[in-house]
């Protein structure tokens, strides 16, 4: 793990050296600086870019985690021996100066800060109070993850890990030269996990896909064969298999050098090889995880582990901190009539962790189950329309590089099973392509001036107005249906979606954050008393556009901390489409909120909403805002296709 803590003062360009980190594979930034006003950290965290703020912790003004979806906080040991607070948020990290005070600390927090390991770079004078033997011995004894701090720079990272450190964090060694920053950075080798598995020729499965993988999360992947298979994406003619010796041989190699905290093992000849496996892992890095994808079937109809007694499987889980079988491997190892509160049973009895993998069924959603003995989450993505080789261990290796992120378990799970959906899209073929980058929601909002809201019209069914719209021109589609069933809304969702495919228009969900994530629609709109978009972001990721509903500028900077792409503000004036208004604004109320989003550096497009006619669009053009949002006045007219034409010419030639 590294992180990066910023500089006590300020700095020129801070921020944008900030997301150049990111860009580059930061995973955690703490943001300290001692004494500042509240005002100081919102303005920092408002330059840094949506899709990072999440891996920001912060060191004061704790209330802005909610505010802006951060990933949690930062404590001196002083505040954690009265903090109270922990289940309230999903990051805690302590700062300590000794062992001692690790040991004594009333919770167990994701991980401390134990400082100084070297001489400080950014303090001078302060000197480290510990030999590394004292380092060595203290950290097998401490369970809680510890975070090197104090003088490290690219020298010592490899140092710190052979020690037992779980990851090092930068001050000085960045700060001191900001324009070298980045490339001081990029010297720091990456954290590194391991994968056991069969060499794959295709490289669409096995230990090569899980490189890959590991790569593309910016996690440095080491690779132990456990066979050799020949196979290609279709076709399995057979395995040669490694014996446990000469799995253990590569793995002692490795560890010679490295310290993997978490372990992914795929393909394994029998379950006493496995145990052989385990049990040299577990002995040899005391602290390590292990993560088992049972490969028990390969995809081309393959069997493995014929006829040996599953039960002995069960010897093995207490020492595995994850299992990640779909269906088919869970009936063979657990038996059938299988259930999420008996699998929840089964883990706490073992110690261990399951995720219910459901990319096997055939709902249109594909659901995973996490299983811990204490909670059952459950993480939904729409389902792709290609199959890929080696989807199995593509999960498993992206959760593992989540987890050697530092993501909680759950996160790492959603975060995983997101990375596999983006893979199965990325191309029509059986086998994928890993991307570094992950998709992001592309569509500039800038320029779509026009938005269609559908809405029930006697008589023309909406994907019937949805057609006209769009040959008129509109590439902007909004499903709107109240009161109505979940069946009819998902039966028109996927008409409409149809037509906005054929049309490349943007197709969005007004409310519905479960049908959207169904219909793999463009994104969602919400109202101000639907989902909070932070928490909608975390189902639906960067790939997806988010838009809210706001009546004030107050309104608009909430959303605007919440992550949103765009609002729709309004009514403009009254709408019989909406059965609970909120104060109409009229052009007066537009402009002013127009001028204070400039003047506090608001940027997001803006729709305007609500009962606007023809005659209006040009003076609420005129108020700044980016566009306009109809729905009965281009549903109610006698050609629907003709008004989007001369819709859209007013809003082109404004």
């Known amino acids: 793990m590294i992180v990066v803590i910023t500089p006590p003062y300020r700095i020129p360009d ?108 950014s303090k001078q004078g302060y000197k480290s109070m510990f030999t590394p033997d004292m380092l060595k011995e203290g950290l097998k004894k401490t369970s809680t993850p510890v975070i090197a701090l104090g003088g490290i720079s690219a020298d010592n990272v490899t140092a710190c890990r052979k020690l037992g450190f ?94 993997p905290a978490y372990v992914k093992i795929g393909l394994i000849e029998n379950f006493d090889s496995l145990a052989q496996v385990v049990d040299y892992l577990t002995t040899t890095l005391p602290k390590v995880k292990i993560i088992w994808d049972p490969i028990l079937k390969a995809s081309a109809g393959f069997q493995f582990h014929n006829g040996e007694n599953m039960e002995t499987i069960q010897n093995i889980l207490g020492k595995i901190y994850l299992l990640t079988p779909n269906r088919n491997e869970l009936e063979i190892l657990f038996g059938n009539n299988l259930e999420a509160e008996g699998l929840q049973r089964i883990a706490k009895q073992l110690h261990t962790n399951i995720l219910w993998k459901g990319g096997h069924n055939t709902e249109a959603l594909a659901s995973d189950r996490l299983i811990t003995g204490e909670e059952i989450y459950t993480f939904s993505v729409a389902r792709g329309k290609h199959g890929k080789h080696g989807t199995g261990c593509v999960l498993s290796s992206a959760v593992t590089s989540y987890l050697t992120l530092g993501y909680s378990l759950p996160e790492a799970c959603r975060l995983g099973q997101r990375y596999v959906s983006d893979f199965i899209r990325g191309n029509d073929t059986n086998l994928g392509i890993h991307s570094r980058i992950h998709a992001t929601a592309t569509a500039n909002l800038h320029e779509i001036p026009l938005q269609y809201i559908t809405d029930h019209k006697e008589g023309t069914p909406i994907p019937e107005q949805v057609e006209a719209v769009c040959k008129g021109g509109c590439r902007w589609i909004q499903l709107r249906m109240k009161e109505v069933s979940r069946e009819e809304f998902i039966r028109t969702g996927n008409a409409v979606k149809e037509i906005c495919r054929r049309y490349n228009a943007l197709f969005l969900i007004n409310d519905h954050v479960d049908i959207a994530i169904e219909l793999d629609a463009d994104g969602v709109h919400l109202g101000k008393e639907d989902m909070n978009p932070l928490e909608a972001r975390k189902i639906l990721g960067y790939s997806k556009i988010i838009g809210g509903t706001c009546n004030t500028f107050d309104d608009v900077a909430e959303r605007y901390r919440q992550q949103v792409d765009y609002i729709g503000l309004g009514p403009f004036r009254f709408t019989s489409t909406k059965k609970r208004l909120s104060p109409i604004l009229g052009l007066e109320g537009y402009q002013q909120i127009t001028d204070k989003c400039r003047e506090a550096g608001i940027h997001l497009p803006i729709h305007a909403i609500g009962g606007i006619r023809e005659t209006d669009i040009r003076p609420i053009l005129d108020t700044g805002v980016t566009g306009i949002a109809l729905s009965s006045l281009l549903k109610d007219n006698d050609d629907i296709t003709e008004k989007t034409k001369e819709v859209l010419l007013q809003l082109k030639t404004n």
């Not at 930034?29 to 920092?44: G, I, M, T």
């Open 166 to 259: 779980r990851g090092v964090a930068l001050l000085g060694y960045l700060w001191d030269t900001p324009s070298e920053a980045l490339s001081r950075f990029l010297k720091i080798f990456p954290d590194e996990t391991l994968s056991i598995a069969g060499f794959d020729q295709s490289s669409g499965a096995g230990v090569t896909a899980d490189i890959k993988t590991f790569e593309c999360c910016r996690v440095y992947g080491l690779g132990v064969a456990s066979a050799i298979t020949f196979q290609n994406q279709n076709e399995y003619l057979g395995t040669k298999w490694m014996s446990p010796g000469e799995i253990i041989r590569q793995c002692e190699v490795l560890c010679r050098e490295f310290t």
């Open 14 to 121: 801070e921020e944008v050296i900030v997301n150049s980190l990111f860009k580059n594979g930061l995973h955690l930034l703490h943001l300290r600086k001692p004494d500042a006003e509240r005002v100081v950290y919102e303005r920092f965290i408002q330059k840094i870019e949506p899709c990072f703020r999440e891996r920001i912790i912060v060191h004061d003004h704790f209330d802005l985690v909610e505010a802006y979806g951060l990933r949690g906080i930062h404590l001196k040991s002083k505040q954690a021996e009265h903090f109270g607070d922990r289940k309230w948020y999903a990051h805690v990290s302590v700062s300590c100066h000794s062992f001692k005070e690790i040991a004594t600390l009333p919770f167990t927090p994701d991980y401390v800060f134990l400082s100084p390991v070297f001489d400080s770079i």
